[in-house]
């Protein structure tokens, strides 16, 4: 149901612009999270944007990454700048109708299949 889009392959101090696809989470009640996941450790929640506008970022992106949204096409957005090695991971778009921005990854019912993110010179 979620889809993600606009991964790939970015040098140190570039910038990416992910695209989550979320028919059904732009009107009423919802959040949506993009979450990121490097082998051998947890998911980690990078942003979140509740129905009612609230955002929360990580403190490791605070300042470089932008979510936001564009109900009329039914995509939430993540702007990525300034973007570091330790960065690089797979990115997931999570979803759920209560709209509360959790940090971990369980209460969100909706998944993406996720997305390759690499920084690297």
């Known amino acids: 149901q979620l889809v993600e889009s606009g991964g790939g392959l970015v040098q140190p101090g570039g910038s990416l612009r992910l695209s989550c696809a979320a028919p059904?989470?732009?009107?009423?009640?919802?959040?949506i999270g993009w979450f990121r996941q490097v082998p051998g450790k947890e998911r980690e929640r990078v942003s979140c944007?509740?129905?009612?506008?609230?955002?929360a970022y990580a403190e490791s992106v605070k300042d470089r990454f932008t979510i936001s949204r564009d109900n009329a096409k039914n995509t939430v957005y993540l702007q990525m700048n300034s973007l570091k090695p330790e960065d690089t991971a797979i990115y997931y778009c999570?979803?759920?109708?209560?709209?509360?921005?959790?940090?971990?990854?369980?209460?969100?019912?909706?998944w993406g299949q996720g997305i390759q993110v690499t920084v690297s010179s």
């Open positions: 999570a979803a759920d109708y209560a709209p509360i921005c959790w940090l971990e990854p369980d209460p969100y019912h909706y």
């Open positions: 059904g989470f732009t009107s009423g009640d919802y959040v």
């Open positions: 944007i509740r129905s009612d506008g609230y955002e």
